[in-house]
């Protein structure tokens, strides 16, 4: 998958469009924002793994997507880097999409956050270690939304716990 616009039409997949203007001073800066695979992995224990990365808070682990990445590869990357060999399956469970419309031009720059849910029995057997991910501040286990977290983050969090 290289298009996430696509998923959005999809019966079996959630989905969210806030628009957000902006100047056309500010346009440039926009462009060049990432698109993020998430995901969200769980345990037995109807706990997520949370991984705060030192900007945003703990959660839900991420990498981000240029225009021409693939989608899934970047999710499994964020699996394999947090869960070793791991037997899963991926699965979209929603798909963000934040448009910034200029003001002033009938021009709109498109930002996607799309949130996969791994498939696992073996998840429980994940032991995170900040030492092993050198990318985050820290990895954990969570039963609930961390109260610093809100927002947008909070809601892809609220769809595992």
């Known amino acids: 998958m290289v298009d996430p616009e696509r998923l959005l039409e999809r019966p079996d997949v959630s989905s969210a469009t806030e628009t957000v203007r902006i100047s056309p001073k500010a346009a440039p800066e926009y462009r060049t924002l990432d698109s993020h695979a998430a995901v969200g992995i769980t345990n037995e224990r109807g706990e997520v793994l949370l991984a705060d990365d030192g900007a945003h808070g703990p959660g839900l682990p991420a990498r981000a997507v240029s225009r021409n990445d693939r989608w899934m590869d970047a999710a499994t990357a964020v699996v394999e880097e947090l869960c070793g060999e791991l037997e899963y399956e991926l699965a979209v469970r929603k798909v963000r999409r934040t448009r910034f419309a200029i003001e002033q031009r009938d021009e709109r720059i498109s930002m996607y956050n799309v949130i996969f849910a791994v498939e696992s029995e073996e998840a429980a057997k994940v032991t995170p270690t900040v030492a092993d991910h050198e990318q985050y501040d820290s990895v954990e286990w969570a ?19």
Request: avoid cysteine; proline fraction near 5%; charge should be negative.
């Open 143 to 161: 039963s609930s939304v961390p109260v610093e977290q809100s927002g947008a983050m909070a809601e892809d969090i609220r769809l595992f716990v």
